[in-house]
């Protein structure tokens, strides 16, 4: 009887030709872990051989030999990575697998080439709010087990601190073209390593939390390079840090950001029932999270009809922004730009185009010099709805500054507006300002080409 085609394992190949290692050496240094560990083991270089043609190692050894690549090659190495499968077994790590699946998500989304595949997974609306605690009552000890190279403090958190914020301000200024892989290369290259490091138990929460944040960043930044089945994977991995780290700040911001993505996608009833769960975990909030909520909890309620609760959050949003002070977190903020934009959508929603466009100007007026992006959106926005009013030349005008703006950045969402720009312009072809405007987005084309 033929015997069972195997697919020959290329990526674990792949990664001892990177480490210069031989089989026997790869042999050795499992069984001297798997000793370490308090597992005896007698693997021979023609066992690697084994693996190399398409045969896993038991369960239990299969995190062995990722430690042992990890060892060869000085960087953290993934099960998927080393081509093998996730044990499935209660004796598995929840804490390694946790920090390899970001490990995982990251590579993916750093690299142009793998990307579509982390986007290739299915976004669901049907997806249930999890709920917070759910995840801290199954978290391993933060304390990393066994034999480890590096031990962290609270400088290295504070570093993930200071790089998320400057991450974030690279997306205000030139999109999440140029910021998303550099936030992915930072998790895979510099966190990942950090969360599997020894570390005091306070420490290793606090880093659990500011990788959550970053996580949520990335997050919030492949929803707006229109990403979504990749956004979800990381809203979701943010949530799972954010709840083992009993960070409810971050956990609240990114049920939030869910809400966005699910209203961003017209399924308003299901953005609406993120948004409440963010507001009803924000147990001890600040004004300027509690006006953050409340603006995402008016835009969903507007989509579902409600508009007495839309004005009620929309006050209530207001009310605390003005107690807040004049701090304006760098992830996750929220100031008067933000509420006058909620403002317009609630508008929009309820069919006044003329308040929705005057909410938008308003917006735009105070909005921060650094928020290129933002402008970008914004204006694109603008343009749309003073056309759907029957105003050509003032949506021109709109679309002109919409150009200034997405010439200097990188995003795909405003490669969508840009698309959209050029369809709506053709049925005007006619018209001066139109002629001009196409006249200088051929022009923009050729840069971006």
Known sequence: MAGTTRTPNTRLANLLDQGQCQREELARAVNRIGALAGTPLTYSGQSVSMWLRGHQP??????????????????????????????????????????????DLGRADMDPSRRGVLAAG?????????????????????????????????????????????????????????????????????????MKAQASGPVAADMKAAASDLTYLTGWMAMY????????????????????????????????????????????RKGLEFADSAAEAARQAGPRLVAFLRGQQAHAASMVKDRRQAHTRLSEAEAALSKADNRRDAVGGYDRTAWLFHLSHVLYEERDLPGSIK???????VQPAQERQGRVHSYALLAQRQLAHGHLDA????????????ELVSSARGDEHFGTMRREMRAHAGARPVKELACRAREVAAVKA
């Not at 249930?128 to 995840?135: D, E």
């Not at 609240?252 to 809400?259: A, D, H, I, P």
């Open 359 to 365: 909410a938008l100007q308003d917006s735009i007026k």
């Open 58 to 103: 038991k369960q239990q050894v299969r995190a062995i030999v990722v430690a042992a690549l990890s060892e060869k090659l000085g960087r953290p190495i993934t099960h998927e990575e080393a081509g093998l499968t996730l044990p499935t077994s209660a004796d598995s790590s929840q804490r390694l697998d946790a920090v390899e699946e970001l490990i």
């Open 122 to 194: 299915v976004f669901t609306a049907a997806l249930a709010v999890p709920v917070f605690g759910a995840a801290a009552a199954h978290a391993s000890d933060p304390v990393a087990p066994g034999k480890a190279t590096t031990r962290i403090g609270g400088s290295q958190v504070a570093s993930v601190r200071r790089t998320t914020v400057r991450i974030a301000d690279i997306l205000d200024e030139d999109g999440a073209g140029h910021a998303r892989p550099m936030a992915a290369a930072f998790l895979v290259n510099t966190v990942g390593p950090w």
């Open 225 to 268: 390079e229109k990403d979504h089945a990749a956004a979800q994977r990381w809203y979701l991995k943010a949530l799972s840090l954010a709840d083992e780290a009993g960070d409810h700040v971050t956990y609240c911001r990114t049920l939030r950001g869910m809400s966005l993505q699910m209203t961003s996608l017209r399924h308003g």
């Open 395 to 406: 949506a021109c005008t709109s679309w002109n500054r919409f150009l200034d703006e997405y």
